[in-house]
């Protein structure tokens, strides 16, 4: 199975930091965001996969790209560790890439990857949104395409005050932590919407999903909508995720997972929760 990964927003929300670097280029703790999403393709057993890229994205490409003088001088410098970890980025996968010349939606930006999917079921992963699990979230998508032949994408409860930011979902539960969709709202309000259960940037869905985005008319915000051609598959299934999620698109939650995950690092652990104390102690 392939993967698209949409990376051409502007990420506006994060200006002025983005004004001249890719928001999926901003650092969670040690590492791009989007280098963590590229992982989880890896570890859910993918190694072929486009990201729709869009104007002033060039850092992506040279991040997974070689770099030879880079690795020269760390080389003559001795530091081989550094030199191991700074190869395996380039080696992580083939990764391929494909420009949306228009600001048209996340619609629009993953219709761009027809071609390069062709006719096979496909992986689509959020640039902007990172998991973590005991299984990767795109695997758990995957298991459940093969069980029910028919695409299938990731959800979470949200609470009510976060209901309009997200796409949300109605649906029977057919297993645990899994639903049959009926119906799908693009950032409904709140009384308004048909559950909590909001879509979360993971989803495994047939290749019928580009003739739909074909003829998928403009929609909330003036954008073709992946929302909207979903809710015109004839089957598709909603997992509850069994992990964590985060979502990198607000500066507040950005730097509420960076601190998460330097935390969990054994590294930075102690010094940097001696640090968060002094600082709380020094604010109350």
């Keep these: 199975m392939k993967a698209v990964i949409p990376a051409a ?16 280029m901003l650092p969670v703790y040690d590492k791009p965001t989007i280098q963590y999403v590229i992982e ?9 996969i486009l990201i729709v890229t869009g104007k002033g ?11 030879f003088e880079l690795e020269h001088n760390l080389r003559e410098k001795g530091k081989i560790d550094t030199l191991k970890d700074v190869k395996a980025i380039s080696d992580l996968a083939d990764i391929y890439y494909v420009r949306q010349k228009k600001q048209k939606g996340l619609g629009d930006a993953i219709y761009q990857a027809r071609k ?7 992986a689509v992963l959020l640039g902007d949104t990172i998991t973590k699990g005991d299984i990767p979230c795109t695997k758990s998508l995957i298991n459940i395409y093969n069980k029910y032949n028919a695409s299938a994408i990731a959800v979470e ?20 932590n899994v639903y049959k969709i009926d119906r ?20 495994v869905l047939d290749s019928d999903i580009f003739d739909l985005l074909k ?6 915000g003036g954008e073709i909508q992946l929302t909207d051609a979903l809710s015109n598959l004839s089957q598709i299934y909603g997992h509850i ?19 998460e995950f330097a935390l969990n690092d054994d590294e930075s652990h102690d010094e940097l929760l001696k640090y968060l104390t002094e600082i709380c102690k020094c604010n109350h």
């Design 241 to 259: 995720f069994n992990g964590s999620s985060y979502d990198i698109g607000n500066r507040f939650e950005w730097l509420k997972t960076s601190i």
């Design 57 to 67: 994205k060039r850092q992506i490409e040279d991040h997974f790209d070689r770099s």
């Design 9 to 24: 927003g502007l990420g506006t929300r994060f200006l002025p930091s983005t004004k001249a670097q890719p928001k999926e």
């Design 157 to 176: 409860a949200v609470p009510s005050e976060k209901v309009e930011r997200y796409g949300i979902i109605s649906g029977n539960e057919i297993e645990k």
């Design 215 to 220: 003829d998928t008319e403009p929609g909330f």
């Design 116 to 122: 390069h999917i062709g006719d096979e079921p496909f």
């Design 40 to 48: 989880e393709a890896v570890a859910s057993g993918i190694d072929d």
């Design 184 to 203: 799908l709202v693009e950032k409904p309000l709140v009384d308004e919407a048909p559950s909590n259960l909001a879509i979360m940037g993971r989803y």
